[in-house]
């Protein structure tokens, strides 16, 4: 299995910036993409950000700009850079993860435990 641990959220002002990042670790054959998903209370889980591991991005429409995924493959890790911060930011974000635990598995969801963020007005 795959473990993502997760670092960086908290609270912040309006037009500040945090650093999200997360590690995978544990039994990795191989790592396609990883990215960032958030969640508000009542909100449908909804992609912010991914990265292949070719180094191919894409991000949500309200982000474009914003945000910056970026990722080590070496180390497991992918980074979320947030600046310009709006309170419609504040959510729950959730490191994802799709790869495989053996060459003979298929190609499988992974999720980290989640970071708040919250943006004050």
């Known amino acids: 299995q795959v473990q993502l641990v997760e670092s960086g959220g908290g609270l912040v002002q309006a037009g500040g910036s945090l650093r999200l990042s997360c590690v995978a670790s544990?039994?990795?054959?191989?790592?396609?993409?990883m990215g960032w998903y958030r969640q508000a209370p009542g909100k449908q889980r909804e992609l912010v950000a991914g990265?292949?591991?070719?180094?191919?991005?894409n991000y949500a429409d309200s982000v474009k700009g914003r945000f910056t995924i970026s990722r080590d493959n070496a180390k497991n890790t992918v980074y979320l850079q947030m600046n310009s911060l709006k309170p419609e930011d504040t959510a729950v974000y959730y490191c994802?993860?799709?790869?495989?635990?053996?060459?003979?598995?298929?190609?499988?969801?992974?999720w980290g435990q989640g970071t708040q963020v919250t943006v004050s007005s």
């Open positions: 544990g039994s990795i054959f191989s790592i396609n993409a």
């Open positions: 994802n993860a799709v790869g495989r635990v053996t060459a003979q598995a298929m190609p499988t969801g992974y």
């Open positions: 990265i292949t591991s070719g180094g191919s991005t």
